[in-house]
């Protein structure tokens, strides 16, 4: 295993805990069915995209604070954030084995990585399998496209393509080209010259020893190749190290390296790899490990009147850093990275064009730190370099960098993408807020007002105040955004819908969110009825008729906080209440709002009014039976009288 993996399980180690064991297994269980799923069903389809939305889901309530989940293969043990995952379903054994096959270690996974980014990594994977499997030979993958969400640590295979082609199995024959790889990677560190002979002359006399002959190590841990680069550099820079050349203590040095590579490929506990350090650098410095006397060894080499240090056992100071060692807690506050002047010096490049590998890379940094919890000061250089930008850039550009900046901050509590608007678009000029407009609104119908109802409301009603000739003309930007692409609408958009926002609503029923924003305007209607024009219309709405969308359309759009409902919205509900009440059911001919409609269907002034009431009042079964309650014709006469009352009024006055 590769120090890289040491240090990422360190790194682990010091993250934030996941909420329970069961946000675990369900991120399993969605990893399982994505990726059987994603191998029968094309990208787009609503199986899949809900697959998809059902693993960020469980990949958000992993990580919790952290900006990444990491899964990891360990001797064959799959371990997801640190916990083991037993391997007792035919799914783990199955995903431990695209790992191993991958050579991969392991796989860390961005918390608000895109649902394209995840589909297309689980088939490259499959892909990656397939050609390993069907290849011949040995062959390491090349993981050089992968998403920048997603980081993977391989394994470093040492095997060379001239032992693995030919399938030999002697030692003479692969021992030369390994020394001949080992010398080349010595040379690339900056080795050259006698220093470069003399790590050839070492390998090659640890070559010819005997095994029998090499002094066994009990219990040696397991180091990597780069220790033993680092080992060699420093025994060959210090002395003549040859056949027949060599001290005691380097023979002891030598004899010890040679016990070392022996065992370098034995399968060896990853936390054992500090005692191996320490043991390589007590064997360089030829001080065996819990040595006493080396406390008040002064260095013969030290100058007249020069100040002397003692020279300390790494076990001391092992024992030294464990007794004093600071908790997590207050080492975590000492080394917190100041990300102020990292954020804003991301946020200054992000006004320039820069090349698309660069900025794919800037991109993935402003998102590891938005995916984190940002503090007050890390806020304010946030808002005010988003300011700046969009007093600068131009609306394509300042587009480009909201698309990265908000979707990380959309699972924030309170949903910071809103406040973070509302914030940006304060104060400023009518053209910086047609820039904002299409991802405000973006935002507003994606997220809804439950989480922020006051941030929510505030922020309908900024980008309600541009005109209507500007919202009209963005319109086409904002159905490229990613609620129009995914049909996705908050079940409490319109919650509690302030006359403010009415026009604005308006405008977004002639788009493909239609049917979506018509059920939730009425269904916010119902409860909280605007007034009785619109209370009595709303038991006979249906969605899918052309004339009730055109009424709801009309109402939004002509209608002011606290006036009355206009002449053409009016007709229209007359329209629909006429159409609807013949079309009732005989059952359902006594519910009080079937009352209350015919009672106010003559002040609607719609042509259909009167040919109405006269047959509620008039239409029989059998010619004897009465089609109607008698409540409902009494009500229909009572509206049937003032509507003529008011058409003669009419025309006396006209």
């Keep these: 295993m590769s120090s890289v993996v040491s240090k990422a399980m360190t790194a682990i180690d010091q993250r934030q805990p996941f909420s329970s064991l069961s946000d675990v297994q369900s991120l399993m269980h969605s990893l399982q069915r994505l990726m059987k799923i994603g191998l029968y069903y094309p990208d787009g389809h609503s199986v899949l995209t809900k697959a998809t939305g059902n693993f960020q889901r469980d990949l958000a309530r992993v990580a919790r604070d952290n900006s990444s989940v990491h899964l990891s293969l360990r001797n064959d043990q799959l371990f997801l954030e640190n916990i083991e995952i037993p391997r007792t379903s035919a799914f783990t054994n199955e995903l431990v084995s695209i790992l191993s096959t991958l050579g991969i270690d392991e796989l860390e996974i961005d918390r608000e990585i895109e649902a394209s980014e995840i589909t297309s990594f689980l088939q490259k994977m499959l892909q990656y399998q397939a050609q390993v499997q069907s290849s011949r030979f040995f062959q390491q993958i090349d993981f050089h496209d992968l998403p920048y969400s997603i980081r993977i640590t391989q394994k470093e295979f040492l095997t060379t393509q001239a032992a693995t082609v030919s399938g030999k199995s002697s030692s003479d024959e692969r021992a030369q080209p390994s020394l001949e790889q080992f010398m080349e990677r010595l040379q690339k560190k900056g080795v050259a010259g006698q220093q470069l002979a003399r790590c050839r002359a070492v390998m090659e006399s640890l070559a010819a020893k005997d095994v029998a002959d090499i002094a066994p190590q009990a219990d040696i841990p397991h180091v990597d190749w780069q220790d033993i680069e680092m080992m060699l550099i420093r025994i060959t820079g210090e002395e003549q190290v040859g056949p ?30 500090k005692e191996a350090i320490n043991l390589l650098v007590s064997m360089v410095k030829n001080q065996p490990a819990g040595q006493e006397e080396g406390l008040k060894k002064i260095s013969p080499d030290r100058k007249a009147g020069e100040k002397a240090f003692p020279v300390v056992p790494l076990v001391k100071l092992d024992e030294f850093v464990r007794l004093n060692h600071p908790g997590k807690i207050q ?37 590891n730190i938005l995916t984190s919890k940002l ?24 587009a480009s960098i909201l698309k990265i900046v908000l979707p990380p901050l959309r699972r924030s509590q309170p949903a910071s993408s809103i406040v973070l608007l509302n914030q940006i678009i304060d104060d400023c000029s009518p053209q910086d807020l047609r820039k904002v407009w299409p991802h405000a609104v973006n935002e507003l119908i994606r997220l809804g007002s439950r989480r922020a109802p006051a941030d929510f409301h505030y922020l309908c ?12 003309s963005s319109l086409p930007l904002l ?8 049909n996705t609408v908050a079940p409490d958009v319109c919650s509690n819908l302030q006359p403010d926002s009415y026009q604005l609503f308006s405008l977004l029923l002639n788009t493909s969110l239609q049917s979506q924003l018509v059920s939730r305007i009425i269904q916010d209607f119902t409860l909280h ?4 024009t619109i209370e009595t219309v709303v038991p006979f709405f249906d969605k899918k008729n052309p004339l009730h969308v055109q009424f709801l359309r009309t109402y939004l759009q002509q209608s002011k906080p606290h006036a009355p409902v206009s002449v053409d919205a009016a007709r229209l509900a007359g329209e629909i209440i006429a159409e609807s009440l013949l079309a009732l059911p005989r059952e359902n001919r006594s519910e009080s709002f079937v ?11 719609a042509e259909a009014g009167k040919p109405t009431l006269e047959t509620i009042i008039e239409s029989k079964r059998w010619l004897l039976i009465p089609e109607w309650p008698v409540m409902c014709r009494k009500k229909a006469a009572d509206s049937l009288r003032a509507l003529r009352r008011s058409k003669t009024i009419r025309k006396s006055v006209s």
Aim: net charge negative; hydrophobic share 35%; charged share 25%.
């Design 595 to 605: 009352l209350k409609a015919i009672s106010i269907i003559g002040e609607l002034h």
């Design 529 to 532: 009825p605007p007034g009785e």
């Design 375 to 398: 503090d007050q000061s890390e806020w304010e250089v946030l808002v005010q370099g988003m300011k700046c930008i969009l007093r600068r850039v131009e609306q394509t550009r300042f």
């Design 244 to 273: 027949g050349t060599g001290s005691t203590s380097s023979a002891d040095s030598l004899n010890s390296l040679a016990s070392i590579l022996q065992a370098l490929e034995q399968h060896t506990s990853v936390k054992r790899s």
């Design 461 to 472: 009603y900024r980008v309600s105040s541009l005109p209507m000739e500007a919202q009209k």
């Design 331 to 367: 080492l975590s506050k000492l080394f917190a990275p100041d990300r102020r002047e990292e954020l804003g010096i991301l946020l200054l490049q992000l006004e320039r064009g820069l090349p698309l590998d660069i900025e794919a890379r800037i991109f993935q940094s402003m998102r």
């Design 479 to 486: 159905q490229e955004l990613d609620s129009f692409q995914e």
